[in-house]
């Protein structure tokens, strides 16, 4: 298939790859032209804007940081939006609100393109071991025409629904689910280092009683203070939590647990932990422990 | 080994039985004479005192609701205290506080005998099928001596250090892990319940993500409310979750989001939900969300 | 002087009426035309558009629910910035976001026209009474310019700096403090009634203790459970909260005791409280106890 | 009338006094036989153990710092218990727990003495300047009987109801009022810092919406950071919002806001603030704020 990529960060270039790897057609964008270069060597077409971009693709997925990139993007100057023929979907991978998502089928769909929301799971090692778990959702039939871009990206893919912006809500929802036990492992240690327990014999019983390779591996970085250089930004996890209130605020629902993680986060943030590994929350019951 | 065990409940009763199986003497005592009536007929020696259970024990093990049922059986009239030998030693398997630990080995203690904890992870099902996790704290040659009856019970056994209360600590705190997944899923599917996003699907996400059977379990009753019979009460759940912070306090360590769940659990039991299992604990947040 | 008023809800036409009564020349406007007409009799010059309203005005004030209809006013077609002189004074007293101050502030700039926000403090009896406290900031000079306005609606007048965003931040907090209120009262009267002790009798202490006329008032609606018609509607409120975190977030400030507050509005909106005063807040507790 | 008064702390020193002021016969007795003495120059006699200072009194009054020191003088060796006459009164003005009156009341009773609860609203000024707030809670015939005691301490008398836990959990509520205002101010204050607006501005309008001696004095004492010497140290302030938690728990009623406040003074203890005034939670949300 002829397709297009924007947004070439960790994810983004390991997801782009996969897809060279996989056989199709990739021409590829990205604001910092040497990344776009790297891809260029091997394989891809590298285009100087969006537009240009995904003017012959049948398919455009976008991978970027946030809301605000997303919508600069498709809707900006030279942007997905003005070049995308009339049929051909822009799918987009990022971790963006579900207003954003809504925006986005409004958008494309008022100039006759198709629009799907794709959000993945995974950190940059998932991405560049086609391990990632791909969350669909929009229209069925658009959903099946994407359906080897899928299978070129990730070991599974979900659908959550028929419109775009649902898979967004699940995308949050499972987000918010890792910090979660973000926050609780750095709750768990706090109160076991003032205890005299040694933190990797909790996390070894906790290997054993959970046995999920996601606990294995945030807990061994908590552990071992691992939080450079970041996998998941303290910066951008804080929005992806920001945006799950904001979308269980959309449906009326109230997620106290949520509120705690993006204050804990936020406090983070304004200690200067913004560019560390989001497991860095830990800090925040340590500092409140007196442990720092 | 002569062994003496303590509170036949649906946890204690499979633990004394893998310890017939294993070839171990057992004298069994319960409150209620039918449930030890129940191991006799499979071997066990049935006492009428938990004093006269544990006089002939080298090692007395004891599995009870909490800290006041612990304290009778210990130190009450016909207690294991009045009788057990010198040198013999008290394994607490329960889920007891810090300072309930602490006190039990002072107590033992000054009376010339011995004193483990050695609390355990595992729902009903766990303990028949011998695959609780031990954690065990105290001295280690007593560790060492007990190990074998350890091996009878469980999977694993983890050291948590050399004082018991840190075994409890732990205990506390991996309970504590739990519940904070527990509630993160209600809050979640309340959410994505009124995002119109199907909750199987989004536990089949969350079984891709985590890979863990723990929450394969919890989101699944969770998913089909399945409350009852409960595994482990909500009421039970809630003393747990009151003990992690009382240990919190103890050392000095705020945990918000223990606090957070205990309110919520002690919301459930203003609202019924004493004996349902404590993954009834979804119904607090769907109650919030206007959705019950 | 010559004024125009934008928005004649409770607040604004009280305010209007008390512009009107200190000799001011005043023009109003109201999306439905027969608020406005209420005050022509009383002496108004009616017009059929914000920028109808304002065009001869040395001063425009406008009065509005949120940043949406204050945008709408300020920006849309016939807008306030569209007709405003150069050098003319648009007033806020809106709560709105600190992000909205912004906008107004820039928009206004570069259009030559000048920008103050002065939201005020005070329920409906003190607009009619002439008693709100109103918080002003922008250019000094421009405040001294304003001030026979701020007068003739308020008690007292107090400054909060140089830019005008900083009078929604204090604004913000103060409604903040008065929730906090709220819900403090709510937790606290759950428990006594379910203590057996009076709730008539602890608002009395507390009145003592206090001495406050704000605890008394909101002490007694929620003692006797008055919360409609509303005041202060929990729709408002709740959008006043979420403004606060806005601010806090801005500027990398956690208050995870709005935060709270800010999710049991959500429960009480969510629970149909959404058209109830804000000091309905106290349902959420009661629920929570299971008192309801 | 015959009256002993036990602890003669800050604040009992100055409820003892006005009780000789209003010329009651009174007997002493305190840990630290200085501050006795003291009392002693003033007209008091000074007994030697709380036994020998209630022996012929018809009301024994107590004030201490918390149930440990209330259980110690009332029921150890040479306690009110072992000592107080048959018909005679203990009135405990401590902030004690809702389980401690209870137990109070059933020992006094088991032993033919009687028991109120009579814990008072007010700092060491006001217990100084006999303007405290007596909360009463027991047998109304009891309650008039210690009336001139309670005239002769403070400003106004309260009767929470029969049963003399009650006026303990009217009191905790108070306290957690107080306790929660702390809270809020602290967090507006950061927030309104990283704002720019200059906390004593946004202090007087506070003055001006809620008119109340406790915001202004509080509020001040945060606004300069005059957190030494404490009137009341975050320690005890602590206790008393862990007590409010329990008596909730006992009855069945979740008070998230007095968790968070727990938790933050817990943070304020493991920071070092053990001793400095309760307002100083104020550094709390300051840190977590990146303010210091």
New interface residues.
């Given amino acids: 298939m002829n397709l297009s990529f924007i947004g070439l960060g960790q994810m983004g270039a390991s997801m782009a790859r996969n897809l060279l790897r996989a056989g199709h057609h990739v021409t590829v964008y990205n604001r910092s032209r040497d990344k776009a270069d790297k891809l260029g060597a091997e394989g891809a077409r590298v285009a100087a804007t969006p537009a240009e971009a995904c003017r012959e693709s049948e398919i455009a997925l976008s991978m970027l940081a946030d809301d605000h990139a997303t919508d600069g993007v498709a809707f900006g100057a030279n942007g997905i939006a003005s070049a995308l023929a009339k049929g051909a979907v822009h799918v987009s991978c990022s971790t963006i609100s ?1 207003a954003m998502a809504r925006r986005l089928e409004r958008e494309h769909t008022a100039r006759g393109q198709e629009y799907l929301s794709a959000p993945v ?1 995974g950190r940059p090692e998932a991405a560049e071991a086609k391990k990632l ?1 791909v ?1 669909a959702a929009g229209k069925p039939d658009l959903i099946d025409r994407c359906r080897p871009v899928f299978d070129a990206i990730g ?2 893919t ?4 028929p ?1 775009p ?2 898979a967004n ?2 995308k949050l ?2 987000n ?3 910090a ?2 973000l ?3 750095s ?2 240690f ?3 280092r ?5 933190p990797h ?2 996390l ?3 290997n ?8 294995a591996n945030y807990g061994g970085m908590i552990v071992d203070e691992k939080f450079e250089p970041a996998g998941f930004t303290m910066r951008l996890a804080y929005k992806d939590v ?1 945006l ?1 209130l904001e ?3 959309e ?10 993680i ?3 986060m ?2 983070a ?4 932990q913004s560019e560390l590994d989001w497991s860095s929350l830990a800090y ?2 340590a ?4 442990l720092r």
Same sequence: chains 1, 2, 3, 4.
Avoid: W
């Avoid at 003032?194 to 040694?198: F, I």
């Avoid at 054993?208 to 606990?215: D, E, G, K, R, T």
């Avoid at 943030?269 to 200067?272: L, R, T």
């Avoid at 500092?287 to 007196?290: A, E, L, Y």
């Fill in positions: 579900t799971f778990i969350v070991r599974q979900v659908v959550a629904g419109e912006a649902q809500a699940l929802c499972g918010f689910m890792i979660s036990m926050e609780t492992f709750e768990a706090a109160t076991l003032k205890s005299g327990v040694e014999l909790f070894s019983v906790m054993y009683l959970f046995a999920s390779p996601v606990y920001r799950a979308t269980a605020q449906v009326g629902s109230p997620m106290p647990l949520a509120s705690l993006r204050d804990h936020l406090s943030i304004a200690n200067g925040v019951a500092r409140n422990s007196g």
